[in-house]
């Protein structure tokens, strides 16, 4: 990229030339390079205006006292001479581009879209009022026109990795997760590298559950140098997935190391897969760390998964305490019938058993459960026999 310099100094060159043929010697160029180099875009129109009187219609003069201007941040005056260079010539491009940056600086949205509009009418192939009009149009809610916009802007440069970024997470916000995969996928042709680019291909993977994938990338962002929650996180629950429990361990591990904390999900994970190594201890530690982030309606889904663990560690009244707990939030009707179990097979409980039994028929168990509503129906006789003999 050049320096701020050369292009400074190439500028001056240009400007050089057209005020030597207006105002002969008089105009100090070195002076107007200063104001360049020194950023003061302010002092280099005031400059300007010292020599041409203030209704200039030279479209060079008009061009350069616009664009300094727009440089110092008064939008007032670089709209009125890029308005009169628009009056000049309504075709030119680089102007209705630089009408449509000032009025979005200054929050003018319509007008903005307007000039933008005007962009494509002339250039159908313009990616960047494109992409400006595809913003612009999701800052209004229009899905539909932002999805429009960036995918022509992705169509004509399929390999421009911000476009290709933008309009696949747009294409996730819409569910359209095959077609994001796509788009990415286009773009990495051209840079295998680029971790923004793998970031979304790895969110999208989460969304297809194609889990394999999704440790192949978390690996790859890993090893260049991405080391965020997100991603580790993701490479967590890609491992877990394909029962790599010790792969998903480690790197919740280096997760807590690196950032001190985790979500919801991420304890949940981790707890099943210490239960799956029985690891019950720990399992049992995460699911409360999980039961202090949960958030309604999974609460009580997680006391559920708490109680299996206290099951599994040979602890059924915990257990027991821990389905109690879980009805406080939502009714699960699985959780009757597991406390049911329970109360009858471990703790020796009758009455509690039939209690939670017939509450678990009470709730219309769906058909995929209706092994379990034979061997309650089943089981209540039984319990009834014992208890009048």
Same mark, same amino acid.
């Given at each position: 990229?050049?320096?701020?310099?050369?292009?400074?100094?190439?500028?001056?060159?240009?400007?050089?030339?057209?005020?030597?043929?207006?105002?002969?010697?008089?105009?100090?160029?070195?002076?107007?390079?200063?104001?360049?180099?020194?950023?003061?875009?302010?002092?280099?129109?005031?400059?300007?205006?010292?020599?041409?009187?203030?209704?200039?219609?030279?479209?060079?003069?008009?061009?350069?006292?616009?664009?300094?201007?727009?440089?110092?941040?008064?939008?007032?005056?670089?709209?009125?001479?890029?308005? %009169? $260079?628009?009056? =000049?010539?309504?075709?030119?491009?680089? /102007? !209705?581009?630089? #009408? *449509?940056?000032?009025?979005?600086? @200054?929050?003018?949205?319509?007008?903005?879209?307007?000039?933008?509009?005007?962009?494509?009418?002339?250039?159908?192939?313009?990616?960047?009022?494109?992409?400006?009009?595809?913003?612009?149009?999701?800052?209004?809610?229009?899905?539909?026109?932002?999805?429009?916009?960036?995918?022509?802007?992705?169509?004509?440069?399929?390999?421009?990795?911000?476009?290709?970024?933008?309009?696949?997470?747009?294409?996730?916000?819409?569910?359209?997760?095959?077609?994001?995969?796509?788009?990415?996928?286009?773009?990495?042709?051209?840079?295998?590298?680029?971790?923004?680019?793998?970031?979304?291909?790895?969110?999208?993977?989460?969304?297809?559950?194609?889990?394999?994938?999704?440790?192949?990338?978390?690996? %790859? $962002?890993?090893? =260049?140098?991405?080391?965020?929650?997100? /991603? !580790?996180?993701? #490479? *967590?629950?890609?491992?877990?997935? @394909?029962?790599?429990?010790?792969?998903?361990?480690?790197?919740?591990?280096?997760?807590?190391?690196?950032?001190?904390?985790?979500?919801?999900?991420?304890?949940?994970?981790?707890?099943?897969?210490?239960?799956?190594?029985?690891?019950?201890?720990?399992?049992?530690?995460?699911?409360?760390?999980?039961?202090?982030?949960?958030?309604?309606?999974?609460?009580?889904?997680?006391?559920?998964?708490?109680?299996?663990?206290?099951?599994?560690?040979?602890?059924?009244?915990?257990?027991?305490?821990?389905?109690?707990?879980?009805?406080?939030?939502?009714?699960?009707?699985?959780?009757?019938?597991?406390?049911?179990?329970?109360?009858?097979?471990?703790?020796?409980?009758?009455?509690?058993?039939?209690?939670?039994?017939?509450?678990?028929?009470?709730?219309?168990?769906?058909?995929?459960?209706?092994?379990?509503?034979?061997?309650?129906?089943?089981?209540?006789?039984?319990?009834?026999?014992?208890?009048?003999?």
């Amino acid at each position: 990229m050049r320096s701020t310099t050369h292009v400074v100094a190439a500028i001056g060159i240009w400007l050089l030339g057209m005020l030597e043929t207006a105002v002969g010697q008089q105009l100090d160029n070195n002076k107007l390079v200063e104001f360049y180099q020194a950023r003061r875009y302010a002092d280099a129109a005031e400059y300007l205006l010292s020599f041409y009187p203030d209704s200039i219609a030279e479209p060079a003069v008009l061009s350069r006292l616009g664009y300094c201007y727009l440089m110092a941040g008064d939008y007032i005056h670089a709209e009125r001479y890029y308005r %009169q $260079l628009h009056m =000049l010539d309504s075709l030119d491009v680089s /102007v !209705l581009l630089n #009408l *449509a940056a000032i009025n979005v600086q @200054r929050g003018q949205y319509p007008s903005a879209v307007g000039y933008y509009d005007r962009v494509v009418a002339i250039d159908t192939n313009h990616v960047g009022a494109y992409h400006a009009l595809a913003g612009l149009m999701r800052r209004q809610g229009n899905f539909d026109l932002t999805y429009v916009n960036l995918k022509r802007a992705n169509q004509i440069q399929p390999a421009n990795s911000d476009i290709a970024y933008d309009f696949a997470r747009l294409c996730m916000d819409l569910e359209r997760y095959h077609e994001a995969d796509t788009v990415l996928q286009e773009a990495l042709k051209a840079d295998p590298q680029h971790g923004t680019l793998l970031l979304g291909k790895l969110l999208v993977a989460d969304k297809l559950k194609r889990y394999g994938e999704m440790v192949e990338l978390g690996k %790859q $962002l890993v090893a =260049l140098g991405d080391e965020s929650q997100q /991603v !580790l996180g993701l #490479l *967590a629950k890609g491992y877990f997935h @394909r029962d790599d429990f010790n792969g998903c361990i480690e790197t919740y591990n280096r997760l807590l190391a690196l950032h001190d904390r985790m979500g919801e999900i991420d304890y949940y994970y981790l707890a099943m897969a210490h239960k799956a190594l029985k690891h019950y201890k720990e399992a049992l530690a995460c699911m409360d760390n999980v039961l202090e982030l949960a958030i309604s309606p999974n609460t009580a889904f997680y006391y559920g998964r708490k109680a299996d663990l206290h099951d599994l560690a040979n602890q059924p009244s915990a257990s027991a305490s821990s389905y109690l707990r879980s009805f406080h939030f939502s009714v699960i009707p699985i959780h009757y019938y597991s406390l049911a179990v329970l109360y009858d097979r471990k703790l020796n409980d009758t009455r509690n058993a039939l209690r939670y039994y017939r509450l678990y028929l009470k709730q219309n168990p769906p058909p995929e459960e209706s092994r379990y509503v034979d061997y309650v129906q089943k089981r209540l006789e039984e319990l009834a026999q014992k208890r009048t003999q």
